[in-house]
């Protein structure tokens, strides 16, 4: 994203980017460069819908009860930019590895009870504990400003992103449809949050994209608000908690080209993809944009 700099036009001056090993050195030098490590932390970034961090104040009391707020949204993108970093230029890692590696650097402490270790502290990185891995299930994809997990958007954005599916908006007669279905303010309280979305898009003109959508968010509902790990819902009331619910998060995820995948979570699926075709083609074409 800049003019080349002095070595590139001076091996340019000297004829020397005629041939294929001439052109990879100096493609490989300049990813090593600042404006290079940027550019490949940028794209990947993007890739993982890493950009945004959710604002969690608006979240209830017991929810946020023992994670540190303070920086917390800063800390993850940080976090999520060492990681690559550290896969990318340091080990030098695989499509597999950045997708499936358990290296952590949160040193924020909201930040490492959200991955279930003690801050990192040192240049070495931590763990993160049970079913999480890689880049795709870290709190910057997974966070959501509600207490209700965001099941259709992480549905969306990963089809369309990590499988490279195409979803298209819906129009006003699919979300008129939707609203019909919902649940009442009190009939939510006695269900989870996938009974709830499958319920609202049940109608067979929602399904239509809600078959792939609805299933892929479903395996990532053992992930909360933060993208902490659970394995029961809490559920809210205006802010104010009711009951726990148990989770469902086993789930045949469809696939951009036809099939499905069956997985018990979020951990099965990204396991999936860090090893299928689908997975690693989505991966070139988004790197190629």
């Not at 009391?61 to 976090?79: F, N, P, R």
């Not at 509902?221 to 009331?237: C, H, K, S, V, Y």
Request: charged share 20%; glycine share 6%; net charge neutral.
């Amino acid at each position: 994203d800049t003019t080349p700099d002095a070595e590139l036009l001076a091996a340019a001056d000297a004829n020397q980017l005629t041939t294929l090993e001439q052109v990879r050195a100096q493609a490989m030098r300049l990813l090593q460069t600042t404006n290079g490590k940027k550019k490949v932390r940028a794209s990947l970034m993007r890739y993982s819908m890493s950009g945004v961090v959710q604002d969690f104040s608006m979240l209830p009391a017991d929810l946020k009860q023992g994670i540190q707020l303070d920086g917390l949204s800063s800390a993850i993108t940080a976090e999520t930019e060492a990681f690559i970093d550290h896969a990318v230029f340091t080990q030098k890692a695989s499509f597999k590895t950045l997708l499936t590696s358990k290296d952590s650097f949160a040193s924020h402490s909201g930040l490492a009870t959200i991955y279930g270790h003690t801050p990192m502290t040192g240049t070495t990185p931590a763990m993160m504990s049970g079913r999480r891995q890689g880049l795709l299930m870290r709190s910057s994809f997974l966070s959501w400003p509600s207490n209700r997990t965001g099941i259709i958007r992480r549905g969306v954005n990963f089809q369309k992103r990590v499988l490279c599916n195409e979803i298209p908006p819906p129009s006003t007669v699919i979300a008129d449809l939707r609203d019909v279905d919902e649940f009442t303010e009190e009939e939510a309280l006695l269900h989870t949050n996938r009974e709830a979305v499958a319920h609202k898009t049940q109608q067979p003109l929602c399904m239509s994209c809600h078959a792939t959508i609805n299933p892929t968010g479903f395996a990532f509902e053992n992930m909360d608000a933060f993208g902490r790990l659970r394995t029961t819902e809490q559920i809210f009331d205006k802010g104010v908690f009711v009951r726990t619910l148990p989770l469902n998060t086993s789930s045949q995820v469809p696939l951009a080209g036809g099939g499905s995948v069956s997985v018990q979570d979020a951990f099965d699926l990204i396991s999936f993809v860090s090893e299928s075709n689908e997975g690693t083609s989505c991966f070139s074409r988004n790197v190629f944009r």
